[in-house]
Nanobody, 122 residues
Framework: QVQLVESGGGSVQPGGSLRLSCAASGYTYCMGWFRQAPGKEREGVARIDTGGFITSYADSVKGRFTISRDNAKNTLYLQMNSLKPEDTAMYYC??????????????????WGQGTQVTVSS
């Protein structure tokens, strides 16, 4: 069983930046970041393969967010730049225990963190 712990959330003005981190207690395969705003479904934001070489982004964050991982530290990151009010949500990291590349579907992930809140407001 792998535990995931997110950090780095907070409040920021539009146009600002935040860097989220997700520390894993053990080895993980493909990983992803998801977010959920009040009254909305959880949506995939970014995903990365086991080796950290292949990434994919939701259209809404492409060009503004960057996902990366440091496997030596068992840590996943999400650099978020040019933040917009519509980016406000609870952000979750997720990991698979067997897939090299994860689909967008939340059901494809075996482990989830508790989430970290990101609020973008002036």
């Amino acid at each position: 069983q792998v535990q995931l712990v997110e950090s780095g959330g907070g409040s920021v003005q539009p146009g600002g930046s935040l860097r989220l981190s997700c520390a894993a207690s053990g080895y993980t395969y493909c990983m992803g970041w998801f977010r959920q705003a009040p009254g909305k479904e959880r949506e995939g934001v970014a995903r990365i393969d086991t080796g950290g070489f292949i990434t994919s982004y939701a259209d809404s964050v492409k060009g503004r967010f960057t996902i990366s991982r440091d496997n030596a530290k068992n840590t996943l990151y999400l650099q978020m730049n040019s933040l917009k009010p519509e980016d406000t949500a609870m952000y979750y990291c997720a990991a698979s225990h067997g897939r090299t590349w994860c689909p967008w579907t939340p059901e494809s992930y075996n482990y989830w963190g508790q989430g970290t809140q990101v609020t973008v407001s002036s």
